[in-house]
């Protein structure tokens, strides 16, 4: 098979049949479940069929143009660490749907559910493989949508709601516009969207980190990953996204969506990796999160809550080891990173798993109404002992192993950094290691070990089905056999994968044994710490809770709810101080733009006004016209009634028509004659189911004001109509040469006014009657508006 | 002298408008204010009549001739609504 | 006689000669819906085939009457072209919704007249050479769209007095924005001695040239920022629109909306980009402010609705000001960004008003707190309104993030950085608001009141069609943008080429 | 002494003459004491001054368009005139504007008026 | 048939007025417009009374007499009102009287209403439904019947001539 | 309704309006005058009848539907417009042709006249339409 | 052009702002026709050219002999340019034209703010334009 063809079916295939899944669940009901996870099974073993080529050290990359115009190819760029991160999404994939069967009840809508899980896994497959940046941000933020429509899923619960819309504010908003700005500053820096063209050229490298704009590219594509992996501020969506079902919980939110951050971050690693920039970025944001995120894991009493925050704070153990590599040592922290994602996503997803199983059998994921659970379930208590104790970081299990080299990377880091980083970087490391030791305890303690809650609990707790435990038992399985034999993981995934980001030929190895180094004293150091810790766990979740209470406003949370929660209050106070309601306070805008059109040239670009004419030779009888006009305007201005008003106006329109006539313009007279006769009915056939009054009491200031913009725009008007007057600009002509010479000749019209009108404007015309036959319709429909009350 | 009497016929019409605007703003009635509006038709027509002699333009007579037609329509539109409170 | 070459001016003719049909034909409302829907079509198929004429063959001029450019000139270049295609689409798809959604009454006098001398009014001024003339087509929009605002729907969900409040505001900014209109182009009359567009764009390019150029002129083309921005509804001069939008019948609010703005930023690239070519650096920088201001207004103000189409409505404000953006940077790349962006918007946003009108069809009222969880009883309407809200805000694989990623490329390409640093910004608050109206409208629990009232009405197929239609396009340009994207580029770089505008209308020769 | 002057001389003494008329009518506009004086003043007066402006037109052009024109509006303005003034005084009286003087000796249609309701 | 063909003549003769050409191309276009304006308002006249030529020629001379008269009563107002409105102190007594009507058409009402409002002093204000009254305002009311019988001198040229 | 005067006077008037309403449509071309002043003048007249006879009365001597006077108007001018181009032209074009009537002489003939004559109906219809709508709420 | 009317236009112009600016709907209405009527002379006052006579050309039937109308970019002359010796004697047809449609249209759309304003009472039972806020926020 055609290894690209094969990549593009295992991206496409899910999709297609995401689409199909609604008119297939008529046909096969419920079993729609095991459909889609053979979809997922075949998507994992399509990559299989490639990973032989991967794991040798080659890459694939194919591309067909798709939108040439502006530089953006689709195109599939797989190697070791796409494809690490492609079998955890179909693999873990097909786990999860295969568990989901026996975990959604039949009652649920299952083909959404299936549907949306499918759609997460294309685009999951298809981000990771993505050649260009404009390719991965588009299966990026589908990863972000399918996310917040499966936490979502039951969409009537406001916990959901609030969940859903809190991911698709942070991964999708923040996170998705800050990675697509960075992504465009990157081209714009490159010159290409294409990844693999960066990666492979060194000059474009050094360019980039020289550029002006390194640093906020850099800053804005670390946002669109933090976001998305839950790190810095942008971890308070995880918590929320828990409300999904708990398979999408260990899908999405634990074992692949998050890790997309990770993976950016990985991916990137070799154009923005080695500058101070990135260490503290990365690096710090990584240490502070899995600090603070552990911490708040100990105050949890929801079981998925608390997994939640151990995601964040693993992911930053990621995040932070990423964050490492410095100038002398490029591959620093890779491997140990690399690895733990993988490890993370295994014993993770067990847990996951786990927690449904119990909150499936108890109905309840409050830690402190579980206990003593092991009796009854004993085989979901190995396997949950297996994943606990591989996060905690127990020998022999792969947890275990990628912390030691967490250790080992943060005692290096330090020790590259000088004082005091030598020291604060491996204690930041130990104590993220005692508090995940501290709550991986909790969780085997608080539902398995202890006694019995039988006031909370029901009489009968056993173990499910083998459809449940089988996927989290594999899951289990594979824990162990990466602890026991790193090599295997090291050779076949991690190897390829640090290939991918390192891009250079590096041998790794690991085991379980390797001496008494300072991580194993670390190690040893966070067992020891981590039972005090443990002992003391009560009092630090109420601490926790007193602190809460006593300063509500010290939490992200609280400020997340201030701006998004009030928002629509916020927002409808600023839109009520624009949109205030009385017409007035739109007129001033139009106004006063028309008053600063004319401000504008003159003071900011400071034209120089050409010189002009007067003509002040204008026979008296025009200039009593004048006077009359404007005499009569006031006065239909301050005439309180209307009809007296409305004759003062009818006045002003029979003056107006002197003017046309002075301007030599009959046509125009009559016209104007006409409609001010028409205008003057109309006024009256108004005001006589009217008031005949509204007096309006216009305050002082009001009134002055008013006078003063009218006297403004006057004068604006004035000056633009002075220059207007003073004729057509040399060498041109006006076009009514032609009409005065050509209209005999052409229409055989003397009137030249209605020759235009009718010939040479027609369409004038023609636009004009339709006004006419508008307003008649228009009128129609207002007077027929009232609906049937008349 | 035929020129200089026509420009002042012309003035003094307009001049003539003058009371007319006098009337038709100070009221008191709304009755006034149509006469005046009425009156001022007829001196419109009036001026139109000699300008278009001035200009030596029929025109303008086509002008004054809607104008008076126009104007006596309007006057007994507003008439008929003082009376009766409606126009149609 | 070749009829196909007067094709241009048939988007015009057409309309008018069918508005006065359906007046005469009141009587058979059967035959005015069918008539209608026959000559959607027609024209739909016109305007492809004009286009395709201007794609292939270059600026068509038509100068009615055969009088030259002292006459009345039409002129179909890509850009107007593309605009008259788009109208006839989003024209086409809201006449199908209209048919089941309008009251029967209400349709059968003035409904098809009114709708098709709006659809004249929009080829008329998207295709006018004249500016007098594109002043007489803007009259004919604004009471064309003022007899639709106040149209029956049938489902009275908008009160009278909305209607008649909206109405009168829109009105009467629109009728000061003609008014300096009138102005401005006296000003340019009285200094030019022609009306022609492309004449004067000639004129003022030799007075450029030989620095004659009177100053009056530059206050003059300031003033059409009130023109256009009124139409367009740009900050400040937006506040007709959030009432007037949402008070609509929606699928005269998908018009309104979708293409009735367009016409400001048309009017935009029109005026500035060929009459003032040559002063561009003056106002480049207003209308990037002002597309700015824009952007933050409606994007903060959508946030604060709780009315379905109110929140649409403030929408349309934030999303012309990214046309604008586009527009006031003024390189190929924007200019053609601007466009795709103008394109998504009229689509996206009309199919959104028609989905709200499908949900206010149905439920009856257009308040979100009194709706709820109605993805289970309408899981069609809610993944329409998806597609629309992803479209909308932005988010692939729909047509919005093709618009939303030029922009931005553009930007970035030429330098704005602070202007699409905003934009970006306020481009969540339209993720988070639309998100929002969803999952109120769709999510959570089902309100019991929303179903017991009389005038249920069930959504036709006809009404469906048209959403289905519009999703299929915002799917097939969010997949595959090349064609789109080229056929932007090659208007922008039109746009910037006023001399080809000029020698299709002024070739040298005078009749 | 040609005719064409004798008619010169003619045609500006009508037009003097009804210019003065038509200024009086509006001077009666301003000093009569209420709308039904007026009335009077405008109707009579200005109409009068009006036709005789547009005889002096006819005049002195005779049969030319101007002058037939002015003849036909003349004749406009005396019909409509006197119906301008019924409409007004009717609608005045029913307006219930006073006579602005009160000797008003005799007031038979107010009594009518109250007859009939 | 005959009215028509007597307002057509009407109308041409006003077309040549209008249009300010007095010609037989004119006035025959007039005419037959005139015929198609009466066609089309046909409702608001009674056509059914018969009326003859020769009796509408005949009253020619009677309407022009009357017209002479009219013009000098109108002469004679103006004069009279243009004293009253120049003479320094206002000499008027105005109110409103009624006149008996003698002449019963429509027209014939019509005519003498304008007449008296184009006469000295006074202005029709109103015709009684059952149109026997007049009521007229007259800027000198003192005495009523002699308004009264210069209306009547009037309306005997009237009645001549319109009845 | 007003007094008998009136709607006497209103007769004589109302058909002289009508008169002249066709005079300025016919001359439009060559003095002041055209579709627009005519339609105006024609409506004048009309509503000069329904103000002195008032709706009610009026309809009683006729009672057309405006709004077919507006809608044939707009076929007609359009019409006007399009048969310019069945004639081998541009839309819009209009020509005109000198004709020997027997009386009436040469007469100035210009296609002209028919889109007046469109022009001239929109006006009658829509602005009686609006009126008579008004009126009668 | 007239200094003095260009006056009269502004000063029209100042008060129909005012009057817009008023809460009586009425007012405004006023203030529209007002602005209307300012811009429309706006219009006929930047008139190409002053002529001495109304541009309706009386003469004869047949036009008298040509100008050359030269239209050359390559000179710089992009219109048609009569002679210097040939004086135009009319006023500029073009804006009384352009004046004649704005008087139409915007009559028609009075006549629609106007019943608008009506049914504004119907609704509100005001004619106070600040109690329209029904729509705010
Ligand atoms: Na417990
Ligand atoms: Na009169």
Known sequence: MNLPVAVVLAIFLPFFFAILVPYLERIVKHNIGWFSALIGLISFLLLVLISPEIIRGEVIHYSVSWIPSVGVDFGIYVDGLSLLIAFLASGIGFLIMAYSTEYMSHREDLARYYQYILLFMGSMIGMVFASNTIQLFIFWELTSITSFLLIGFWRNKPQSVYGAKKSLILTAGFGGLALLTGILLLRAITGTFDIPTILADESLKVLIKEHDLFLGTLFLIFIGAAAKSAQGPFYIWLPNAMEAPTPVSAFLHSATMVKAGLYLIGRVHPIFSGTEAWLIMVAGTGLVTMVVAGFLALRQTDIKGLLAYSTISQLAYIMAMYGYTTYQDPSLGVVAATYHLLNHATFKATLFLIVGIVAHEAATRDIKKLGGLRKEMPITFVIATIGALSMAGVPPLNGFLSKEMFYEASVDIGASLGQPYNLLIPMIAVIAGVLTFAYSIKIIDGIFLGKRNDEHLPKKVHDPSIIMLGPAAILAFIVVLFGIFPSIPMSFIIEPAVSGIILEDISIYASLWHGFTVELLMTVVTFGLGIIIYKKYDAIANWQDEFNKKHPTFSLNYYYDEIFGNATENAKKISLKFQVGPIRAYLFPIVLIAILSVLFPIIILSVELTPITFNFETPPYELIVFILIITTAVMAAIIPSYLPAVIAVSALGFLIGIVFIFLLAPDLAITQILAETLTTIIFVLVISKVPQTFKEKIPRNILYRDILISLTVASTVFLIMLYATQGIIEPFESVSHYFLEKSILLTGGHNIVNVILVDFRSLDTLGEIVVIFLAALGVYNLLHSRGERK | ?88 | MNILEHTIVFMIAIPFLVASLMILTRPFPEIQKKLNVLVSIVLLILSVYLFSQVWQNGIIAYDIGDWGKYGIVLVADLLSASMVLLSSIITFLALLFSLDYIDDKSQNTTYHSLYNLLIAGLNGTFLTGDLFNLFVFFEILLIASCGLLIANEKVEITPSSHKMEAVYKYLILNIIATLFMLVAIASLYGTLGTLNMADMALRIGYMNENGTLPWHLIPTALLFIVVFGNKAAIFPLHFWLPDAHPTAPSPISAILSGILIKVGAYGFIRFYYLIFEGNLEIFQPIIIFLGLATIIIGSISAVGQDDIKKVLAYHSIGQIGYVFIGIGMGTVYALAAALIYLINHAISKSMLFLVSGCIVHKIGTRDMRKIGGLSSTEPFLGLMFLVGIMSISGLPPTSGFIAKFVLFDAGISGGFYIPILIAVIFSLFTLFSMFKSWQRIFWGEIKDNIFEKENIHQNSKTMLSSLVIMTVIIFVIGLYAEPLIAITLETAEQILDPQLYIDAIIPGEVR | MSLQFVIDILSDLILLIGLFFVFLGMVGLIRMPDVYNRLHTTTKIGTLGAFGVMISLFVRVGFEPIGIKALTLGLFLMLTAPIAAHMIGRAAFHHGSSYGIDNAVIDDYKEACERLK | MKRYLIFSVLFGALWCGVHGIIDIQNFLFGMLLGFFVIVLLKNLYSFEEDVSFIKVINKIPKKILFFIVLTIEVIKANIILAKIVLSPRLNITPGTIEYHLNVKTDTGITVIANTISLTPGTITLDVSTDKSMLYIHSIQADEPSKICGNIQKLEKYVLEAFE | MTTLITQTIAKVVVPLCVFLSISLLLTGHDQPGGGFIGGVMFATAISLLYISFGLDDSKKFFNPDWSLYFGFGLLLATAAGIGSIIAGYNLLRTDYTYLQLPLFGEVELSSAIVFDIGVYLVVIGGLLFIFKKMGED | MDTFLLLTISILFGIGTFLILRRDIIKMIIGVVILCHSVHMMIVSVGAFDGIKAPIIESSKYPQPEYIFKDSISEGIFAPVVPESVSVIYMDPLVQALVLTAIVINLAITAFLLILAYRIYEEYGTMDADELRRLRG
């Open chain 2, 1 to 88: 002298m035929s020129s200089i009497l026509l420009s002042f016929a012309l003035t003094f019409m307009a001049f003539t408008l003058v009371p007319c605007i006098y009337r038709l703003i100070k009221g008191p009635t709304l009755s006034d204010r149509v006469v005046a509006l009425d009156a001022m038709a007829m001196v419109i027509v009036v001026i139109l009549g000699v300008y278009s002699y001035v200009r030596d333009s029929v025109f303008f007579m086509d002008v004054a001739l809607v104008l008076a037609i126009i104007a006596f329509v309007g006057t007994i539109a507003i008439a008929k609504y003082i009376d009766k409170g409606v126009v149609f």
